[in-house]
């Protein structure tokens, strides 16, 4: 079976992983904020907190810019359900923002509408989390003007998007959001194994998801809770505790990355470029070899370079027979691992059981009953991109004779 995406693990990789397994120091060494500096570099932002996940990212953004009970988070639902999550973890309240049927995007309308209809009932959210779904930017520029017209912060989550680029800055520059979040999931642009990242420019936040990221400790004294004098006769008045002394001053967890996961992470995004330029090709080569099936091939807004973390077919239900089951059923059979990205976050059991159901974002729907996700990866060579291309002429020949008959 092709897979839809694969990681690349070179013999580089796996020394500068022994490498670490060598040396004292396997996590919370000098890899980790190596791997932070790279990623700024890399990616123009100021501050970088490298996690387990994207995930954990997520959640220690929504954290930080204060989301708790009361609050209102609002996010795509064709997206991994993680970025609704984060907001849930934080006791707020979710809702989502339909999608734009040519990008698959937040539709900036819709955020616009649903704005003005919660300022007049003063449910205007905290935070807004667009997604950059298979790598390309959402409409950033437009959002931004709109989080300042209504006072929200933005949460990039980027997990497709690292390498990708919005009005020719690198995504992840943070310049019309607060916070930008990758993930490093094998099957996304570079790999960690399980990690992730949050960057922004802002050293207050940076210096509060470091503190969440490792139990809300920190041994920095300026930071440090007011001294507790003693009124106890068993301890000294004033507690002069010495050079062991570390402080818990908020309730945070472990989300932690490992040094060996830095490691292969500095190594990865040596590859960064190279990677996405070969997924661009790849991408062009499907638009071109697709061009007189009929499917619909991936819009590009002019403002973005998608990093093109995924590739995605669509055909119009209405007018053809078979459906979308029978297309992916006829691919898999071929030995064409296709996938479909997402199934509505709104329509899980989960948030159907919290107030959502089907019908109450229909864009999103419509794109998911005729979405299908091609296989795209690096390493991908023309050849097994021709054998994908030669299965689709082979379903969209049975839908040609279907469609005249
Ligand atoms: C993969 C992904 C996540 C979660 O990433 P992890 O690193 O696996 O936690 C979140 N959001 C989106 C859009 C993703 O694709």
């Given amino acids: 079976m092709i897979p839809y995406g694969r990681q690349e693990i070179t013999e580089a990789d796996i020394e500068a992983v022994v490498e670490v397994l060598r040396s004292d120091l396997i996590t919370q060494g000098s890899k980790v904020p190596e791997f932070e500096r790279a990623v700024t570099q890399q990616v123009s932002a100021k501050h970088a907190v490298a996690t387990n996940s994207a995930t954990s990212a997520l959640h220690l953004a929504c954290r930080t810019l204060g989301v708790g009970p009361g609050d209102r988070v609002w996010t795509s639902p064709i997206t991994f359900v993680a970025s609704a999550n984060c907001a849930l973890y ?73 390498g990708g680029y919005y009005q020719q800055k690198p995504v992840g520059n943070c310049h019309y959001s607060d916070i930008t979040v990758f993930s490093f999931h094998p099957v996304k642009i570079i790999t960690t194994a399980e990690g992730g990242m949050a960057v ?128 992916f059923d006829f691919l898999r059979q071929q030995g064409i691992g296709v996938n479909v990205h997402y199934i509505p976050v709104h329509t899980q059991p989960y948030y159907r059981k919290i107030g959502f159901d089907w019908g109450m974002f229909p864009s999103a729907e419509k794109y998911y009953w005729e979405a299908i996700t091609l296989p795209l990866f690096p390493t991908m060579t023309k050849e097994t991109q021709n054998q994908v291309v030669n299965a689709l002429k082979k379903i969209a020949h049975k839908i040609d004779r279907m469609a005249h008959k």
């Avoid at 734009?100 to 003063?122: C, F, H, I, W």
């Avoid at 009124?231 to 010495?242: A, E, L, M, N, Y």
Wanted: glycine letters at 4%; one cysteine or more.
């Fill in 90 to 162: 934080c006791g707020a309240q979710v809702d989502f923002v339909d999608i734009d049927p040519n990008t698959y995007n937040m539709s900036v309308q819709a955020l616009e509408a649903k704005l003005d209809a919660a300022e007049r009932t003063g449910t205007l959210p905290k935070v807004v989390i667009p997604v950059h779904m298979c790598g390309q930017s959402c409409e950033m520029q437009e959002i931004g003007e709109l989080a300042w017209r209504y006072g929200f912060f933005v949460l990039e989550d980027a997990s497709h998007a690292i």
């Fill in 200 to 327: 922004t420019n802002n050293p207050g936040l940076a210096q509060q998801m470091e503190l969440l990221r490792s139990h809300g400790i920190t041994r920095d004294p300026n930071l440090f809770a007011d001294v507790q004098y003693s009124t106890s006769k068993t301890v000294p008045r004033i507690p002069d505790h010495g050079p062991w002394y570390y402080q818990q001053i908020d309730l945070g967890y472990n989300y932690r990355m490992t040094d060996i996961q830095a490691a292969l992470g500095l190594k990865q995004l040596e590859r960064l470029k190279t990677y996405v330029t070969k997924r661009r090709k790849l991408a062009y080569r499907y638009d071109e070899l697709l061009a007189d099936l009929p499917f619909h091939t991936p819009w590009q807004n002019p403002d973005t370079e998608s990093a093109w973390h995924i590739y995605i077919i669509r055909f119009n239900l209405e007018e053809i027979e078979p459906n979308r089951r029978k297309v």
